[in-house]
């Protein structure tokens, strides 16, 4: 580690996943530090979402293609690539890549902080209302609703004391044993690491449910008490 | 005199804002209160055609704000109801033209003149909303018991929340008792159980309304009709009164004719 010389690029945990910003060097000395990095440590970089910073290098599809594949042979997906150079904007975009990232409202986003520990939950004590949209690294509890058009975003799992109908990513860094309850549980979408339902239309909706992966299916449950 | 600031807003457009300012002006201003409407929707005002002053103008907020006149040039004075006045939007300028804290000042300035300035909120979340809200002391939030109209006011509660406005108060505008007893459309209830804030007002759907507007004559001049008499309820819960709420589940006279045939 001693030797990857720190100015070269710089990690940080957002909300998206893991921001890399890349710093003043060949495009070569880059990704090789990169990937020595990643090799280093595996551990923190399995099933991790990556933003990449390229500053303005200018990247042509085989060179970021290429770095894709690196990057997804050890467990991370390349999901954005941000740059100030309108060739590598258009690279990325042929390659499906986002090249924007939303940025922080301050009055609205309720808190992101970083890296908390596995067990830590956010406690939401109020309805979470349309365009309020709730980030964090860990387990998420609010008592009270989740309206339609609000967003909660866990990397954990997710637990609404109240009617949940808004959208909810429980597992957003790619837990699959992440849960989300609720005591009306009738999302506009649900999502759990990858997988994305939509909820039923269904009629009795004053139970206790529990959706969870099962076999890679995104199932539903009532609360059962044992 | 220190009069109370009372924003009507709702996110959604066409909802009847500018028909509630009015109506609630006149519903205030006819019991023995003083009312000044400050119209806040610069660019696009609508306020004083529905109150029939649209001849009268002459200055108006952005002339207040930069200077241009006093405030009591810009103040125009309704002559069926002596102590109801507006302040008119420009035309011609838009939303920038006034910031938050120019709104503040101009409402601590009318603050002793009147029991209550009521300002009509423009559509949106942005500038001309921040405006509105910025100096009230109450917000109204207005929504019409429909999906979309809902989900707004849902953004808007948030957003006055986040702003430490507290808790606004609902009225739910243009309800259809029929369509609601047939299940076509959202009840108050259904209403109550999303928002989750105070009500302070039911309107029926009342077609009077449409010709009242057009004509620049508030509907709650008159209080035969029941939109007009909701108003004046609305109005009377605003000074502190109990209110039962109108029952619109009541048959009207012509649906117990046609129940009869």
């Known amino acids: 580690m001693d030797a990857t010389p720190p100015s070269l690029f710089q990690i940080k945990g957002i909300r998206e996943g893991l921001l890399i910003t890349l710093g003043e060097a060949s495009w070569e000395d880059l990704e090789a530090a990169l990937i020595q990095n990643i090799d280093d440590q595996p551990a923190f970089f399995q099933g991790a979402r990556m933003v990449l910073d390229v500053g303005l290098h200018d990247l042509r599809v085989a060179v970021l293609s290429e770095l894709r594949d690196k990057l997804s042979e050890r467990g991370i997906s390349l999901w954005a690539v941000l740059s100030e150079s309108p060739v590598t904007e258009t690279t990325a975009q042929n390659l499906g890549l986002a090249t924007r990232i939303a940025k922080p409202r301050p009055a609205e986003l309720q808190s992101v902080p970083e890296a908390a520990p596995e067990n830590a939950a956010l406690w939401v004590r109020q309805t979470v209302r349309s365009g309020q949209r709730i980030a964090y690294s860990g387990n998420v509890v609010v008592l009270g609703d989740v309206n339609p058009g609000a967003e909660i975003i866990a990397s954990g799992s997710v637990i609404v004391w109240g009617r949940l109908r808004g959208v909810v990513h429980a597992g957003a860094e790619g837990d699959e044993g992440a849960l989300v309850c609720a005591l009306e549980l009738s999302p506009t979408q649900l999502r759990i690491a990858g997988e994305i339902a939509v909820s039923p239309k269904k009629e009795d909706k004053n139970r206790p449910e529990v959706a969870r992966l099962k076999d890679g299916q995104l199932v539903a449950e009532p609360w059962q008490a044992n | ?261």
């Open chain 2, 1 to 261: 005199m220190t009069g109370k600031v009372v924003t009507i807003t709702s996110g959604k457009g066409g909802v009847g804002k500018t028909t509630a300012v009015a109506n609630l002006a006149v519903a205030l201003a006819g019991r023995g209160q003083k009312v000044a409407c400050v119209d806040g929707d610069i660019g696009l005002r609508n306020l004083d055609v529905v109150m029939g002053l649209e001849n009268r103008i002459v200055y108006d907020l952005v002339d207040v704000v930069e200077g241009r006149c006093r405030l009591r040039q810009a103040m125009i004075r309704d002559k069926r109801l002596p102590d109801l006045y507006l302040i008119p939007a420009a035309q011609t300028r838009d939303k920038t033209a006034v910031s938050p804290s120019d709104m503040i000042r101009l409402c601590d300035e009318l603050r002793p003149e009147v029991d209550w300035i009521l300002i009509d909120s423009p559509a949106g979340i942005e500038r001309g909303f921040k405006n509105a809200v910025a100096a009230a002391d109450r917000v109204l939030v207005l929504t019409n018991p429909d999906v979309s109209a809902v989900r707004d006011a849902d953004r808007v509660i948030g957003i006055l929340d986040a702003e430490g406005k507290g808790s606004p108060a609902l009225v739910i505008n243009r309800l259809n008792p029929i369509l609601v007893r047939r299940g076509d459309m959202l009840s108050v209830e259904d209403v109550l159980d999303l928002l989750a804030i105070d009500l302070i007002g039911i309107v029926p759907e009342d077609e009077n309304v449409i010709v009242a507007s057009n004509k620049g004559q508030p509907l709650a001049m008159d209080s035969k009709s029941k939109a007009g008499q909701a108003f004046q309820n609305v109005a009377r819960r605003l000074m502190g009164e109990k209110v039962p709420f109108l029952d619109l589940e009541a048959p009207g006279l012509l649906q117990r004719l046609l129940g009869r045939m």
